[in-house]
DNA sequence: CATGAATGAGTGTTCATTCAT
DNA sequence: TATGAATGAACACTCATTCAT
């Protein structure tokens, strides 16, 4: 799928006010001035506010199974040397692309049989069954414990990145970084959860005491 | 505050939409005819739509500092018992208020200066001080690492918890758990988030080997 | 017709924000809470607010013919006398009752077949025979001069007054009299009203020259 | 301001609307109604009710000081001739747009402070500015007697020619008008307005004997 | 007699979308 | 391809009134 300047701008504009104020929050009216073009041109290019919502979707969710199945044939890396890699690019995405994860994480919420939920539940899936791989091939090579529930593990990754991005202000405001520069602030939290979240897998994948 | 019959059926059934739908996109309507009442009643009892939601939160955002600061009392627990206490704590609380801590995640998302975000951010100011004199009781006692980032263990526990709820459908599919019932698959949910949290605590603060 | 002491601030009330906001603009609650009774009380008094607006008529509009019919049973005023006294009724009646007149103001607008409507065309048309005998004595008499369109001069009587009192405010500024006190400014238009409009009377009446 | 057809319509239905039922009597759907359009329409265009009204006066309250201007630099006409001219084109304006006067009466009335109220008094005050000069150029000239109260005789001006047309109907009764025409009776009004008006004012203002 | 609760119709306004050009 | 105009449905909310007690 090409999109045109002005329909790159709108799914721009979209993803910027559907992270802000939510799907319903936010009007058509809201995101053609926020892109700068007319009302009419959002029904014109992607049919409905519905379907615009699934083009922010699909412009953004590169899955990454390639990556995870190029970790897996790396043999340079040790086997929890891959998952450190792999939690990096998680928190990696999950910073640089807060607007579309901040949808997604509301998206996920919605009980609805959306095309968009359809699609999320697609793109974890493929994502779960390459890292389970990894996790597996780790596991046959004697690095990594048996009972490793790969799904909880996950779910740990995922949800402390999404949880540290969504109370953002409330971590500035307990740590007094109040006055941080936005940039500065990110690569902190990026290194942050860096090391806990590799920690944390460490101690609950690795054999080694 | 008192609530009569009629402004309890309102507040349970808005909890319910916000939910589900989000306050944007959870109409008066909606709600009221969930509640089975006239919609004028809504303006009628609690004065507006955010004041309702104001209402929602009142109902429920007790804080659980009280019970922490009986656990910090009780010398019949370790440290570890302790916050293992906790954890479940947070789990039943999750599990059996999903609908309002839906409501309470996407609120902390939206970028809007209401009186709720306010409350969110001083509930959730009050209980991580609680459970900071929690942790560091059990640090100078020997029974706690140094060097333990209370707030990050927070995010972690509070964001696997959400994870889980928010993507519980996708984990019963992913699990083969689709034809468990609602009831036995919250005890499955909140015994795997027990075992799989106190773990992860249990390695990233205890001091024994 | 005989009205308790709630009824009566009921009337009052409405009186006053049917003057001040119109009856459109002026809610039953509006006026509930002014006469601090309950909304309920309106309906279950009145029956209707039209109802109530009838009230507030038949409560004020005790018509002037009887002091006409005295004014003309009168021997020790002259014919001009008898106006001028006329006019010092008319005035002191508008200043005095200037909420209630200007309901009547804006009712006289209306283009409704309203039983006020009615009210006010029968209660002006009872006015005008009465001080066309008045002027009509005069003219026999030899006082007034003949070719008095008695319709028009009731027209400037009536009509300078309204216009004084709906512009009161302006007329403040254009004086400079923004600081002086109500009443007193009540008087002092009572009495520039009384002599402009006797002058005009006597000029237009008068055969003498 | 350039206002398109259907704008011109919107505005055309409001003036006649607000002039018979008043501001909060007329209801946007009304309006649409009347002008032929979609309610939403109105909000398009003018962006709120309160703006719509705005508008009506904007499009109406040409103020008549350039004609006094005019007036004032006639040397072909004697003082008194300027008066009659000035008070002719008062009743013009009042009769051939007597909805927009309708509306203006009401606006003076109701104690708010709208936009619509400061329009009305600067409107007023620049009118009553000019007319002053009018005078004092007369009074200068010995042919207008001193100690005349200019916003006094204003009063009875707009006064008058206001009771007339609120009025007429009653008028009409009172005067077996009933079966005239519209236009004819019009005509009628405005000559006997004309001619009375310009007997008081010759009466109150000329030094002639 | 009095009232808090409740109702359905109506308010002004905004919505996503479509139309005519 | 692009857009200002237009639409009908929906929005949150207020209205005058009625009901149950």
New interface residues.
């Given amino acids: 799928m090409e999109y045109s300047e002005k329909q790159i701008a709108i799914i721009k504009a979209a993803e910027k006010l559907f992270?802000?104020?939510?799907?319903?929050?936010a009007s058509v009216r809201d995101i053609a001035h926020e892109a700068d073009i007319n009302v009419a041109m959002i029904s014109y290019y992607f049919g409905s506010k519905e379907k615009l919502m699934e083009a922010v979707f699909e412009a953004r969710s590169s899955n990454i199974r390639l990556k995870i199945e190029n970790l897996l044939a790396d043999d340079k890396l040790s086997h929890l040397g891959k998952v450190n890699v792999l939690i990096d690019d998680y928190v990696d995405k999950f910073i640089h692309q807060q607007e579309f994860h901040?949808i997604m994480?509301?998206e996920?919420?919605?009980?609805k049989d959306t095309p968009i939920a359809g699609l999320i539940?697609d793109l974890?899936?493929r994502n779960?069954e390459s890292i389970k791989r990894l996790i597996e091939e780790g596991q046959k090579k004697g690095a990594f414990k048996k009972n490793i529930?790969v799904?909880?593990m996950m779910?740990?990754l995922?949800?402390?990145?999404?949880?540290?991005i969504?109370?953002q202000y409330?971590?500035k405001?307990?740590?007094n970084l109040e006055h941080m520069e936005e940039v500065e602030f990110q690569k902190h939290m990026r290194k942050?959860?860096s090391i806990?979240l590799k920690?944390?897998f460490k101690?609950?994948l690795s054999n080694e005491?």
Avoid: C, P, W
């Fill in positions: 992270a802000i104020k939510g799907f319903d929050g901040k994480m509301r996920q919420m919605i009980e539940h974890k899936k779960l529930d799904v909880l779910t740990t995922v949800g402390t990145v999404s949880q540290m969504t109370s409330f971590y405001k307990m740590n942050k959860l806990h920690n944390l101690q609950s005491q």
